[in-house]
Every structure is written in C-alpha cells, then in structure tokens.
C-alpha cells in the first residue's frame, strides 16, 4: 500500500511538474518553438511561420520583456515581411516590418550588447523601402547604424556577413554592391560559422547552410557551375533538409545549366 | 489514508483531462484574422489563427481564467472564461483596429528643415537636385516660402528685410560671410558651405527660439556631422569649377577628418553660354580650401574643429553716368571653429564652441577704392536639461567680439565716381563686444501640445545698450496630422557698425521686431503629402535712419510686415516629387534713407516657386523649377541738376523704392545620369539655368545727365552647364 501511494504521489508530483514546466521552464518552451521553427522554415510555410510566432509570443507573454523571445519574434516577422513582399501585400509588408523593427527594439532596449539582434536590424531596415521610399536617408542611416553596433559587438559573428553579403549581393554595381563584392561577405561568413558556438542552446544558429548557398549563388551568378556545385554540397552537407538550398539555389543552378 | 486517495485521483483525472477551446477571430467587417494570437493568460497554452481565423486548443487549466488575443496593430483583448474540466468551449473574438496613436508632436519652430531625420520637410538630396539651385544650399532654401531669390544670388532676404537680418549658424558658430563672388550685386554670389557635411538644416523665417540672438528676420541653423559618415573621396569636374573633397573615418571610429579644395574655371563656361570675355578683366576667379577634424574622447563627447578659407576676384565692365571701366573687387575669407560637445550623465547635453571669422574686402572703381575687413569672434555655451519628464531646459550663453575697420578714397559725392572726381581718404576703425544670454523651457504637458516660454538678454558695449526679449511658442496636434503652431516674440539686432560709425556718439538703439506668427500644418504620412500655412505680422522700431540734414544716422525708422506663406510637397511615388511655395508679402519700412513708409527693400508682392523632380528610371533623374515673383522695388531717378562745381549731373530721386522693376521669371531644367566609371560609382550633371531666356532686369543705370534710363540685364541669360563627379 505504501508503495502504491509514494507511486501515485510520484504520478501526480510529476503531473503538476509537467504542468509547472509547460508554464515555467522557458528553456523546454524555447527549445521546442524553436525547433518548430526550423521545420516552419525548412518546409517554407508562412502557415506554419504564423503558428510558431504564436508558440513565442505566447511564452514572452509569460516572460515578459525577454530579449531573446523578442529576437525571435522579430526574425519571424521579418520572414514574413518577405512573404508579403512576394505576395506584393505592401500593406503587410509595413505591418511586419514595424512590428519586427518594435520587437528589436525591445530587444536591444534589455540587452544591448546581443550583436544576433543588430545583424536583422540591419536587414529589417531595408524593407522600408518598400512603403516608404522617401525615406531613404533614415533607412540608410538607421541600417548603417546598426550594422555599426554589430560590429562593434561582435566581429566574428558569421551572421554579421551572411546578411551583409545579402544587402551587397542585391545592391546593384553602380551603387557599391554586386556579385564580386558580395562573395568574400560570404565566405567570411561561412569562415566564421566553422568556429561559431552558440552561447547556449537558445541561441541563434541558423544561416550556415545559407553562407555556402549563397557562395553557390555568386558562383551561379559568375556562370562557373563546377564551383557552385561544390558549395552546393558542402551546404548540403551542413544541413541535408536545407529549403534554401532545394528550393532556391538549386533550381537557380539548373537554370544555369540550361 | 482512502480519502486522501480518492482526493490524490481526483486531482489526477483533473490535470489529465484537458479541455478544448476553439474558436474564430475576427477583425472589421468579420475578415479572418490570420496569426492572431490567442492564450491562456499565465501560461503558455494557446494557439494561432489560421488563414480561415480558426484556432483551437487545449489546456489542463480549469476554472476562471483569462483569455487574451492578440493581433499586431489591433487593441488586444482579454475575456474571463470558466473552463469546467472537459467542457468544450468555442468562443468567437472580434478585435477592432487600433487607433493610431497619436504621435507625440515634434517640438519645433515654423521651420524649414532638412538631414537625416525622418521628419525632415526636404532631404539633402532632394536640395542639391533643385534645378537652378546650382547645389548651392542658400539658393536651394531660397525655394522655401518666407524668402525670395529675385536676386539669384545665395544671399536670403526673408519677408522684406535685407539679407543681413537672416543670421546663419555653423554648429554654434554665426557665419557672416559664407559666400564667393559677394559684392556689389547679389547676382552671381554662391555659398562655400557644402551641403553633404550637414546633418541638419533648419530654416526659420520667424518666430524662433530664444537661443538665437542679434537677429532681427530669419535664422538658418546648420548642424554638421560630429563625425564624418565613412571613408572616400569626390571629384568634381564641372564646365566651371573643379572640386575635390574626401573623408576619412578611423576603425574605431574614434578620429575623423575632412578636406575640400576647389577653384572656379570660368574661361570654357563663359565662351559656351557666349558671355563676351572682354567684358571681364579679370575673368572671375575663386579658390577654397577648408576641412574638419572630429576626435572622439569618449562615447559621449566629441572635439571637433572646422576651417574654411576662400578668396576671390571679379572684374566686370560696368558703365555708370559719370564713369566707365572695370568695377575690381576681391575678397578674402577665413573662418575657424572648435567645438567640444558632451553628456553630462544621462539628462545633461552640454556644447560649447570657439569661432573666429576675418572678412576682407577691396573695391575699385574710378575714383572709389577701399578696403573693408571685419573681424569677429565668439565664444559660446549651450546646455541642455532634462529637468523633469516633461519639462527640458535649454540655457546658454555667449560673447561675440565684433571688429570693422575701413580705409581708402571715397568720392566726396556718391553719384561722381570719375577718376578726378573731389574724394577723400578715409580710416575709421569701430569695435564692439556684445554678450548674450538665454534660457527656455520646453514643457510638454501632454503628448500633443509643446509650449516654450523663453527669454534673452543681450548687452552690447558699444552703445552701452540692455535688451531682454521674451518669446513664447507652442504647438498643438489637434487632430492626426494636424498641428497648429504659434509664436509671438520680441527680437533685436544691433545695427551694423558702420551705421554706429556714423551716428551721434553711437547712440543708436538696436533695430527691434514684435513677430506673430500662427501656421496651420497637413503631414500626411510623414511628408508624403505636405501642406503648410502661416501667417505673421510683424512690427518693427529703432530701425536705422539716416537724419536729412546731419547725414547721421539714427533710431527713428520704424515698419512693418505682414503676409501668408504657403507651402505644399507630395512625393506620392517614389519617382515623382513636386513642391510649390507660395508667398504673399507687405513689407513698409521707413529705413535708411527712406524717410517715410516706403516699400521694404525686398518687398516682393508675390512670389511662387514651383519644383518638380522625376525619377525617369533608377539612374537617370530630371528636374524642373519655375519662379515667378513681383518684380524688386528700386527707387528711380527722375533727373538731372547740372552742377558747374563738379561739372557733371546731380541725379533727382524720386521716393524711396517707389518703382519697381518688371515681373520676374526663370525656368531652369536639369538631368542626372548615375553611372559606373572605372568600377566606381559616377555621376554626370547637365543643366540648362533660365532655359526660356527671359529678360530679367536688376538694375538701371543712365546716361550721363540722367535723360536715358538703361537696363542692367541679369547676368543670367539662358545658360549651359555640364559637370561629371566621381566617387572613390
């Protein structure tokens, strides 16, 4: 009898901790939105983005004002800032947009020194463009200034390149960017990934795949197919089930072939 | 011991048996609400919409609890639910949108403004591309309602005043002669001040803060960059200057430098716009050289010093009624600034600055030849406080050394400038001090209404003089994107010292207006669309007037000016930018030599500025300005008296400003063309100035006993210019 009821307890005990853990282990929550996350992403849903953005806005409604819940609120808006911005919806291009330019913010306003949060910043600022064009000094300034901060932070953050790289490979020539200058952003970005360690599981750790995708990209560009496949597989082999590389380089360089 | 079984089974079965909850979410008009956000308040049970609104969920949690829902720019929501374990519940949301807050309102004057803030009224680029502007910032500015530029040079006149009553500011330091190509006529001046290395451009034609002193119209407040934005270099090749200028930022962005080097090259420019060349001796030359040093001590204070110098020469034929040759004049400018700039801890800002400007100027025309220099110098401090959430003050302090010194031959009478003429030598060396003071408030009691109550105090020592001026001006947003703007304010200016020269023991009091203004502002999407108007009053006393009888000059003018500015922009796309300024001016003044109340020396009726630019594809820009204006007021002369003494014609005046020279226009077009040279970004400039040729008059000048009226065309026929710039 005795037995009985410490195994009852024990049942119980571990029920309520579930639920305990369900409300208050953040880690547990933030582990498994963020591998939701990777699968959204992976299989290129906006459905699926919107429903993991939910699973972080619900676990920031319970811890309030954490920076990292707030980082990775802003990335899924800014994905799906560029949703909207395929689908032409410029309405929800600037819905995103300012949401995810808030959400930084709020980011930064607690932890000031977390480099992962200026590199999107740097990224989301472009997007103004898109409904606000006459505003191009404050987007420049207000992306220049980020991507200053980021830097200074931290200037091996593989990120940093990845999306400096993004914003100079689709700068036209005549304004300071192109394939050429693109493609050592890039490289040092996947030079940097090799040695990059997340502080903790929570951390940021996407983009790798994309380096080496993107190095294929330039390679693509240049019309040098031996090159690009080799980056090809190398990003392949960093992440097999990468969406990036299937469904975007790859058939870019099909293309290319042709 | 059963009980407590029954009761550990019980809480068991409640925790295992979860509840559904589901519903839909919906905003305005019941559209589906996909991404909305529904949770348990408390925990982290919940779910998103989907595309349809639907949501569903399930959660161990029972009894009352709170539901919340959320959607990005819509009000949340929260509703109290009473969860009975394994109860379905569906529950429908509808959120409404959220209003858009209301903005706080920005805390300024009726001003102009321009840089790399988001509400600036034009951007810089915007203001190099104005056709006709010729990149020069003054000559852009005069496209703002309030001033005019029937004068086509970069000299300001605001709302009637001579442009010495507009006061321009380089960071905390007053720029007194910012121009090339200055004397005389007002033609051809342009200003040294490059508009890139400015971070804010403010322009305000009245009604402005008690920070600004010893200026009775208009101020135009420049602020530079503390540190230059980055490393490189501009070449600039045009059909009449060259120019090269580079930047240089540290990698710690600790330490940062700039240079710019420039000289006008006027022979091609002249020979293809078909000037006659001999009518210049020499053909009109000028050179600049300045720079900056910026130097970061720490994160939150900055050491920074600007130099400039230029020099120029001009000779132009010119004929007038008692002599005929070439009107020589040469200027030298140097100017100095050195500003350290810090926090004080979070709520503190302090700024002071250092600057030092020599002016030199040489005339030479027939029997007229003299040599002007002025020398100022000033020392300023500026601080700012955050005193309370709502509540800033700004004080400061500053005391500016003034030096005039003039010398040479002048004519005994004005209108006998021939090389015989009866002259006499002059030498006259004036100085003055005058130190200044003020302090305001900024309070805002709400988020939507701004008041600033201030006051300065100014001392000069020369004439031994006290003014104290209060000013006030609020703002209110009434309604979203409307604001009402208002400022009423006492304003001084000591006259200049060559009028205290010639006065009765420098008893001259300073010239003083009584400004009201009151503006009604539309900013529709942050300056998508833009509409403003204003209008002002203002009186004025103690102008200078110069006594009949003694020639001396004295404090007994007095005028005014009234009228209605207004200003729209709409830059709907991206490629299409157009603003119009409109100005309706009334300007009296007995001033000067005017006795009585006679039309302000820039009393300009009417005077409509229309810009447009359009973007034709991502590298290829056109633009297009077209003034028109009432033509200036000049005073005629309606004779002449012979006079055997001298042997030559004493010129008959009619009042004061009392013709007026024919209506003013000019049409001016531009094109860029943004390309890549050598792997490096270039840009190429065609521009055609007063494409329709018109005939604008600036002057009359006549024969030589006063029967013949002759025209003074402007300079400025239909004129081409071609310049290439490449950045490196």
Redesign the interface.
């Given at each position: 009898m005795k037995t009985m009821?410490l195994a009852?307890?024990i049942?119980?005990l571990t029920?309520?901790n579930t639920?305990f853990l369900?409300?208050d282990d953040y880690t547990d929550?933030m582990l498994k939105a963020l591998k939701k996350m990777g699968d959204a992403a992976d299989k290129n849903e906006k459905?699926a983005v919107?429903?993991v953005?939910?699973?972080f806005?619900?676990?920031l409604?319970?811890k309030k004002n954490e920076w990292m819940v707030n980082y990775y609120l802003g990335m899924l808006d800014y994905m799906?800032s560029r949703y909207a911005a395929d689908e032409k919806n410029n309405d929800d291009v600037k819905?995103?947009t300012?949401?995810a330019i808030s959400l930084l913010d709020k980011c930064t306003d607690v932890n000031d020194q977390f480099a992962d949060a200026y590199v999107l910043k740097m990224a989301v600022q472009g997007n103004r463009w898109q409904y606000?064009?006459?505003?191009?000094?404050?987007i420049i300034?207000k992306s220049?200034e980020a991507k200053?901060i980021a830097f200074k932070l931290e200037p091996e953050n593989p990120r940093y390149y990845l999306i400096d790289g993004y914003m100079t490979f689709y700068t036209?020539?005549?304004?300071?960017g192109g394939v050429e200058k693109a493609q050592p952003l890039f490289e040092n970005s996947w030079k940097y990934f090799k040695t990059y360690k997340p502080k903790d599981e929570t951390y940021p750790n996407w983009g790798n795949d994309q380096a080496a995708g993107m190095i294929a990209m330039c390679y693509i560009k240049l019309e040098k197919p031996d090159e690009a496949k080799k980056w090809i597989d190398m990003a392949l082999e960093v992440k097999p089930e990468s969406n990036f590389i299937k469904g975007f380089v790859m058939p870019e360089y099909e293309k290319m072939k042709k | 011991?059963k009980y407590l079984?029954i009761l550990?089974?019980l809480?068991?079965s409640i925790?295992?048996q979860d509840t559904k909850i589901s519903g839909k979410v919906t905003g305005e008009n019941n559209t589906p609400l996909?991404?909305a956000?529904?949770?348990i308040?408390?925990?982290?049970?919940?779910?998103?919409t989907?595309?349809t609104g639907y949501y569903e969920f399930e959660t161990?949690k029972t009894g009352s609890q709170n539901l919340?829902v959320?959607y990005?720019?819509y009000n949340e929501k929260r509703q109290t639910i009473v969860i009975d374990a394994g109860k379905q519940i569906e529950l429908n949301v509808q959120l409404k949108k959220a209003e858009v807050e209301t903005e706080e309102i920005l805390v300024t004057a009726s001003s102009y403004t321009s840089?790399?803030?988001?509400q600036v009224t034009i951007?810089?680029?915007e203001i190099v591309r104005i056709p006709g502007s010729d990149g020069d910032l003054f000559r852009a500015i005069t496209t703002f309602p309030g001033s005019n530029q029937v004068d086509e040079g970069s000299r300001i006149t605001v709302r009637g005043g001579d442009a010495n009553e507009v006061l321009t500011i380089l960071d905390q330091a007053s720029l007194y002669n910012p121009f090339i190509f200055d004397d005389d006529f007002n033609t051809s001046s342009y200003t040294t001040i490059n508009p890139w290395g400015l971070r804010g451009i403010n322009f305000s034609s009245g009604g402005f803060s008690a920070k600004f002193g010893n200026v009775l119209s208009a101020v135009l407040d420049l602020k530079t960059y503390e540190m230059p934005?980055g490393t490189g270099g501009f070449l600039w090749l045009g059909l009449a200057n060259v120019g090269l200028s580079g930047v240089y930022l540290s990698k710690d962005?600790n330490f940062g430098a700039t240079m710019d080097i420039g000289q006008t090259i006027l022979e091609p420019y002249f020979r293809l716009n078909g000037y006659l060349v001999d009518s210049y001796n020499p053909i009109p030359l000028a050179r600049g050289l300045g720079g900056s040093l910026s130097y970061k001590p720490s994160k939150s204070s900055v050491i920074k010093g600007i130099f400039d110098y230029s020099k120029d020469k001009i000779g132009v034929r010119n004929n007038s009624p008692s002599y005929n040759g070439f009107f020589n004049s040469g200027s030298e400018t140097v100017f100095g600034n050195l500003k350290y700039s810090a926090g004080l801890g979070s709520k503190t800002y302090f700024s002071m600055g250092l600057s030092y400007s020599n002016h030199k100027d040489d005339v030479i025309y027939g029997i007229l030849n003299t040599l002007a220099k002025q020398k100022y110098a000033k020392y300023r401090l500026d601080v700012t406080h955050q005193l309370a959430k709502k509540v800033d003050i700004n004080t400061g302090a500053e005391y500016e050394y003034n030096e005039d010194t003039f010398s040479g031959k002048v004519p005994q009478y004005s209108y006998d400038l021939s090389l015989d003429a009866p002259a006499f030598d002059v030498s006259n060396r004036e100085h003055t001090g005058r130190l200044g003071a003020y302090v305001e408030a900024q309070i805002k009691p709400v988020k939507t209404f701004f008041l600033i109550p201030g006051v300065r105090l100014d001392n000069h020592t020369l004439s031994k003089k006290t003014v104290i001026d209060p000013r006030l001006s609020i703002g209110w947003k009434f309604a979203k994107d409307m604001v009402l703007r208002g400022a009423v304010g006492i304003y001084h200016q000591f006259p200049k010292l060559e009028y205290y020269a010639q006065s009765n023991s420098y008893d001259l009091k300073p010239e003083q207006a009584a400004h009201y203004i009151l503006g009604y502002e539309f900013n529709k999407?942050?300056?998508?669309f833009l509409f403003r108007v204003e209008g002002y009053y203002k009186e004025y006393k103690d102008l200078v007037l110069r006594d009949k009888n003694t020639f001396l000059y004295t404090s007994g003018g007095k005028g005014y000016a009234k009228g209605i500015d207004v200003f729209l922009k709409s830059?709907v796309t991206?490629k299409y930018?157009t603003w119009i300024s409109y100005a309706y001016t009334d300007s009296k003044r007995s001033q000067y030599d005017a006795v009585t109340q006679s039309p302000a020396n820039y009393d300009i009726t009417h005077n409509l500025t229309f810009v447009a630019s359009y973007n034709v594809t991502?590298?290829i820009t056109t633009g297009l300005t077209y003034r028109v204006s009432t033509g200036k007021p000049y005073t005629p002369i309606t004779g002449g008296v012979y006079d055997p003494v001298t042997n030559n014609y004493q010129p008959v005046y009619a009042e004061t400003n009392s013709g007026r020279f024919p209506t003013y226009h000019r049409m001016d077009i531009n094109f860029q063309y943004?390309?890549?040279l050598f792997g490096r970004?270039a840009i190429a400039v065609f521009q055609i100035n007063n494409l329709l040729n018109n005939k604008n008059l600036y002057d009359y000048t006549y024969n030589y006993d006063y029967t013949k009226q002759i025209e003074i065309v402007t300079t400025n026929k239909r004129q081409f210019y071609l310049g290439l710039g490449l950045q490196f």
């Amino acid at each position: 009898m005795k037995t009985m009821i410490l195994a009852i307890l024990i049942a119980v005990l571990t029920t309520l901790n579930t639920t305990f853990l369900k409300a208050d282990d953040y880690t547990d929550a933030m582990l498994k939105a963020l591998k939701k996350m990777g699968d959204a992403a992976d299989k290129n849903e906006k459905a699926a983005v919107l429903k993991v953005r939910g699973d972080f806005e619900r676990i920031l409604q319970l811890k309030k004002n954490e920076w990292m819940v707030n980082y990775y609120l802003g990335m899924l808006d800014y994905m799906l800032s560029r949703y909207a911005a395929d689908e032409k919806n410029n309405d929800d291009v600037k819905k995103y947009t300012e949401s995810a330019i808030s959400l930084l913010d709020k980011c930064t306003d607690v932890n000031d020194q977390f480099a992962d949060a200026y590199v999107l910043k740097m990224a989301v600022q472009g997007n103004r463009w898109q409904y606000e064009p006459n505003k191009m000094n404050d987007i420049i300034a207000k992306s220049t200034e980020a991507k200053d901060i980021a830097f200074k932070l931290e200037p091996e953050n593989p990120r940093y390149y990845l999306i400096d790289g993004y914003m100079t490979f689709y700068t036209p020539e005549n304004f300071g960017g192109g394939v050429e200058k693109a493609q050592p952003l890039f490289e040092n970005s996947w030079k940097y990934f090799k040695t990059y360690k997340p502080k903790d599981e929570t951390y940021p750790n996407w983009g790798n795949d994309q380096a080496a995708g993107m190095i294929a990209m330039c390679y693509i560009k240049l019309e040098k197919p031996d090159e690009a496949k080799k980056w090809i597989d190398m990003a392949l082999e960093v992440k097999p089930e990468s969406n990036f590389i299937k469904g975007f380089v790859m058939p870019e360089y099909e293309k290319m072939k042709k | 011991m059963k009980y407590l079984l029954i009761l550990l089974f019980l809480t068991v079965s409640i925790y295992s048996q979860d509840t559904k909850i589901s519903g839909k979410v919906t905003g305005e008009n019941n559209t589906p609400l996909n991404g909305a956000n529904i949770v348990i308040e408390g925990t982290i049970d919940g779910a998103t919409t989907d595309s349809t609104g639907y949501y569903e969920f399930e959660t161990s949690k029972t009894g009352s609890q709170n539901l919340l829902v959320t959607y990005y720019d819509y009000n949340e929501k929260r509703q109290t639910i009473v969860i009975d374990a394994g109860k379905q519940i569906e529950l429908n949301v509808q959120l409404k949108k959220a209003e858009v807050e209301t903005e706080e309102i920005l805390v300024t004057a009726s001003s102009y403004t321009s840089g790399q803030n988001s509400q600036v009224t034009i951007t810089p680029l915007e203001i190099v591309r104005i056709p006709g502007s010729d990149g020069d910032l003054f000559r852009a500015i005069t496209t703002f309602p309030g001033s005019n530029q029937v004068d086509e040079g970069s000299r300001i006149t605001v709302r009637g005043g001579d442009a010495n009553e507009v006061l321009t500011i380089l960071d905390q330091a007053s720029l007194y002669n910012p121009f090339i190509f200055d004397d005389d006529f007002n033609t051809s001046s342009y200003t040294t001040i490059n508009p890139w290395g400015l971070r804010g451009i403010n322009f305000s034609s009245g009604g402005f803060s008690a920070k600004f002193g010893n200026v009775l119209s208009a101020v135009l407040d420049l602020k530079t960059y503390e540190m230059p934005q980055g490393t490189g270099g501009f070449l600039w090749l045009g059909l009449a200057n060259v120019g090269l200028s580079g930047v240089y930022l540290s990698k710690d962005k600790n330490f940062g430098a700039t240079m710019d080097i420039g000289q006008t090259i006027l022979e091609p420019y002249f020979r293809l716009n078909g000037y006659l060349v001999d009518s210049y001796n020499p053909i009109p030359l000028a050179r600049g050289l300045g720079g900056s040093l910026s130097y970061k001590p720490s994160k939150s204070s900055v050491i920074k010093g600007i130099f400039d110098y230029s020099k120029d020469k001009i000779g132009v034929r010119n004929n007038s009624p008692s002599y005929n040759g070439f009107f020589n004049s040469g200027s030298e400018t140097v100017f100095g600034n050195l500003k350290y700039s810090a926090g004080l801890g979070s709520k503190t800002y302090f700024s002071m600055g250092l600057s030092y400007s020599n002016h030199k100027d040489d005339v030479i025309y027939g029997i007229l030849n003299t040599l002007a220099k002025q020398k100022y110098a000033k020392y300023r401090l500026d601080v700012t406080h955050q005193l309370a959430k709502k509540v800033d003050i700004n004080t400061g302090a500053e005391y500016e050394y003034n030096e005039d010194t003039f010398s040479g031959k002048v004519p005994q009478y004005s209108y006998d400038l021939s090389l015989d003429a009866p002259a006499f030598d002059v030498s006259n060396r004036e100085h003055t001090g005058r130190l200044g003071a003020y302090v305001e408030a900024q309070i805002k009691p709400v988020k939507t209404f701004f008041l600033i109550p201030g006051v300065r105090l100014d001392n000069h020592t020369l004439s031994k003089k006290t003014v104290i001026d209060p000013r006030l001006s609020i703002g209110w947003k009434f309604a979203k994107d409307m604001v009402l703007r208002g400022a009423v304010g006492i304003y001084h200016q000591f006259p200049k010292l060559e009028y205290y020269a010639q006065s009765n023991s420098y008893d001259l009091k300073p010239e003083q207006a009584a400004h009201y203004i009151l503006g009604y502002e539309f900013n529709k999407m942050e300056g998508v669309f833009l509409f403003r108007v204003e209008g002002y009053y203002k009186e004025y006393k103690d102008l200078v007037l110069r006594d009949k009888n003694t020639f001396l000059y004295t404090s007994g003018g007095k005028g005014y000016a009234k009228g209605i500015d207004v200003f729209l922009k709409s830059s709907v796309t991206n490629k299409y930018s157009t603003w119009i300024s409109y100005a309706y001016t009334d300007s009296k003044r007995s001033q000067y030599d005017a006795v009585t109340q006679s039309p302000a020396n820039y009393d300009i009726t009417h005077n409509l500025t229309f810009v447009a630019s359009y973007n034709v594809t991502d590298v290829i820009t056109t633009g297009l300005t077209y003034r028109v204006s009432t033509g200036k007021p000049y005073t005629p002369i309606t004779g002449g008296v012979y006079d055997p003494v001298t042997n030559n014609y004493q010129p008959v005046y009619a009042e004061t400003n009392s013709g007026r020279f024919p209506t003013y226009h000019r049409m001016d077009i531009n094109f860029q063309y943004i390309f890549s040279l050598f792997g490096r970004f270039a840009i190429a400039v065609f521009q055609i100035n007063n494409l329709l040729n018109n005939k604008n008059l600036y002057d009359y000048t006549y024969n030589y006993d006063y029967t013949k009226q002759i025209e003074i065309v402007t300079t400025n026929k239909r004129q081409f210019y071609l310049g290439l710039g490449l950045q490196f």
